[in-house]
């Protein structure tokens, strides 16, 4: 399966961005999906993940009460709603498949996308 995401951009601390992962190749609905990032110098972190139905979700703890990951299978298309955004959230953002419907973690990855930019300045 092949990830597109896209979605990413500059935006003020406070604001807010909707990361889009579109899957092409064959259908998602079988599988959990997922978002890490990485900052400059660091390693690929978990952000969020979600079950192949949609009916579990995952969060990092940084991101908790902020991030929304939903799916929506029809579309074959994964989404990360960003709310009150801080200079620390700044990364590239990747979407990724997992190889299980149930859950998404950094050793189950069947597929990357290309990753977006996600800067937000203070």
């Known amino acids: 399966v092949q990830l597109q995401a896209s979605g990413g951009g500059l935006v003020q601390a406070g604001g807010s961005l909707r990361l889009s992962c579109a899957a092409s190749?064959?259908?998602?609905?079988?599988?959990?999906m997922g978002w890490f990032r990485q900052a400059p110098g660091k390693e690929r972190d978990f952000v969020a993940t979600i079950s192949w139905s949609g009916g579990s979700t995952s969060y990092a703890d940084s991101v908790k009460d902020r991030f929304t990951i939903s799916r929506d299978n029809a579309k074959n298309t994964v989404y990360l709603q960003m709310t009150s955004l801080k200079p620390e959230d700044t990364a590239v953002y990747y979407c990724?498949?997992?190889?299980?419907?149930?859950?998404?973690?950094?050793?189950?990855?069947?597929?990357w996308g290309q990753g977006t930019q996600v800067t937000v300045s203070s």
């Open positions: 190749g064959r259908t998602i609905s079988n599988y959990a």
């Open positions: 990724a498949a997992s190889r299980f419907p149930g859950v998404l973690t950094s050793n189950s990855v069947r597929s």
